[in-house]
């Protein structure tokens, strides 16, 4: 590690200002990956579905931290009820929210139930930290109608309550909500 640091405190200081990368960018160059704990935000929800209101909270957060988030979706038998989509689904959703938005979410883990010491657990396993926990809106009112645009067959109020990157996924949606 010593000779990493060396060579981050030689470019650092030989390299002109306006050259320079950022601290981040300047670490991810030299350490290795395993060596880097990356600052994150954590949000915690069950994307029942994923909606815009979801996707703004992202963005604000990374307006405010200056971090990506870890987006953590809880995957309870208590909430079965009120949990439409499979968890296989909501996944297949958030990694398409990650794959579209890599400057607002980092990871996208799961999690039987919010316990902060298993959370803790399955970020470090990942090589992250959460400086913060954000909850997502349960009672959110876009999710509630996406799930009703859904049960209804409404497609343009589905797309209009969810980002664009899920849009295709309304027909795989729309039929374990039938299925409920």
Excluded at 69 to 88: D, G
Excluded at 110 to 121: L, R, T
């Amino acid at each position: 590690m010593g000779d990493i640091l060396s060579e981050l405190e030689m470019y650092l200081l030989d390299t002109p200002e306006e050259k320079k990368l950022s601290d981040w960018e300047s670490l991810r160059r030299y350490a290795s990956p395993e060596k880097i704990t990356p600052r994150t935000t954590l949000m915690v929800g069950r994307f029942q579905p994923f909606t815009v209101t979801d996707l703004e909270n992202l963005k604000a957060i990374r307006e405010v931290t200056g971090n990506p988030s870890v987006l953590m979706y809880i995957r309870s038998h208590q909430w079965y009820a009120n949990t439409p989509f499979k968890s296989a689904t909501v996944r297949e959703m958030l990694d398409r929210v990650k794959e579209t938005y890599p400057d607002l979410v980092c990871s996208v883990i799961c999690s039987e139930k919010w316990d902060p010491s298993e959370v803790a657990d399955l970020l470090s396993k990942n090589g992250m930290r959460a400086d913060k926990v954000v909850e997502s809106d349960h009672n959110s009112i876009k999710a509630t109608i996406t799930r009703l645009a859904l049960t209804m067959g409404s497609e343009n109020e589905f797309k209009r309550c969810t980002p664009e990157c899920i849009h295709h996924m309304y027909g795989i949606l729309r039929e374990e909500i039938k299925g409920k």
